[in-house]
């Protein structure tokens, strides 16, 4: 990444932190331990030969994402598009399985194409398995426009500030807890009217 490139991208960013109302990265310590919101986050690559090789991820906020950034200038869905996104998306998958075992794996990584699209992927489990589509294959890029949006602006704030609380599994999961409760109560005020026998009968019909 050249100087302009790199210094386009960290501008975009703040601004982008600006427009979410959400913190903006800190200034990198020399101590990595504390860089855990910060530009330029250093992250040592083993390699198979036995060396290291020193990698820096563009965003890194512990808990939340990594984000690889880029200036294609392509179009969106060319084949150029294409294969700068999908090698930014290896570069930080690359770097995530290099992140020390003890800050854990992100629950997002994210491509954002300067002045152009902000690909989401995510990985809800943190095993470092294949981070895939956010929320899927269909809605996973958001283009400038989209950032007019409430609704994606309040999704992307939760990336940074509350990743897990996008969690599909856990919504279905307090839907459930919902649905049981509401279910109980219905149960208690037909059991006014109906024997016990009666009403659950009836609601496991339901």
Not at 22 to 50: H, I, T
Not at 90 to 109: S, V, W
Not at 173 to 178: D, Y
Request: overall charge neutral; some cysteine; aromatic content about 8%.
């Amino acid at each position: 990444k050249d100087g302009t490139e790199k210094a386009n991208f960290q501008l975009f960013l703040t601004e982008l932190c600006e427009l979410l109302d959400v913190d903006k990265p800190a200034p990198a310590a020399a101590d990595n331990e504390l860089n855990a919101y910060v530009f330029e986050r250093r992250v040592d690559m083993p390699q198979s030969n036995g060396q290291v090789n020193r990698g820096f991820i563009d965003l890194y906020r512990r808990g939340c994402f990594v984000l690889e950034g880029k200036q294609s200038n392509k179009k969106l869905d060319s084949s150029g598009w294409d294969k700068a996104i999908e090698r930014a998306h290896k570069q930080a998958d690359a770097y995530i399985r290099a992140l020390p075992l003890e800050e854990g794996k992100p629950p997002f990584l994210i491509v954002v194409d300067v002045g152009g699209t902000i690909a989401l992927y995510s990985e809800f489990s943190r095993s470092g398995s294949v981070y895939t589509p956010f929320p899927d294959t269909k809605h996973y890029r958001l283009k400038m426009d989209d950032l007019r949006s409430t609704e994606k602006r309040d999704m992307l704030a939760k990336i940074w500030n509350a990743p897990d609380s996008l969690d599909p599994s856990k919504r279905s999961a307090q839907v459930t807890r919902l649905i049981a409760n509401l279910l109980a109560e219905l149960a208690k005020s037909l059991e006014k009217f109906h024997s016990a026998e009666a009403v659950g009968t009836f609601l496991m019909r339901c």
